[in-house]
């Protein structure tokens, strides 16, 4: 199995950034379609970030385009999230999740990734 371990969330306050980042294993990392999702207290997790095996294709949930970054190094088997401008209501719990098949394609679906990270609390204050 892939194994994911975030890190890098904490508290800041609204206006601030953030670097999230989360190391994994696994041979054949490149093959991964990677994301970012996140869950607040009594919320659906949700999708914040995807990121293609190549790293060259990135989608965004609305709410965070222009202020997030998801960017991979293969070389080193980490995702990184930077967060600028960080609002209350970014405030949750940060996974990054992988999914194997196909490296080319994002995805916004929970269901599609496999492999899941304990979780890193961002919390934003106002």
């Known amino acids: 199995q892939v194994q994911l371990v975030e890190s890098g969330g904490g508290l800041v306050q609204a206006g601030d950034s953030l670097r999230l980042s989360c190391a994994a294993s696994?041979?054949?990392?490149?093959?991964?379609?990677l994301g970012w999702f996140r869950q607040a207290p009594g919320q659906e997790r949700g999708f914040v970030a995807g990121v293609s095996g190549g790293g060259g294709n990135t989608d965004y949930v609305d709410s965070v385009k222009g202020r997030f970054t998801i960017s991979r190094d293969n070389a080193k088997n980490m995702v990184y999230l930077h967060m600028n401008s960080l609002k209350p209501e970014d405030t949750a719990v940060y996974y990054c999740a992988a999914r194997g098949g196909s490296p080319y394609y994002t995805s916004r679906d929970p269901h599609a990734y496999t492999y899941w990270g304990q979780g890193t609390q961002v919390t934003v204050s106002s």
């Open positions: 696994g041979r054949t990392f490149s093959n991964y379609v």
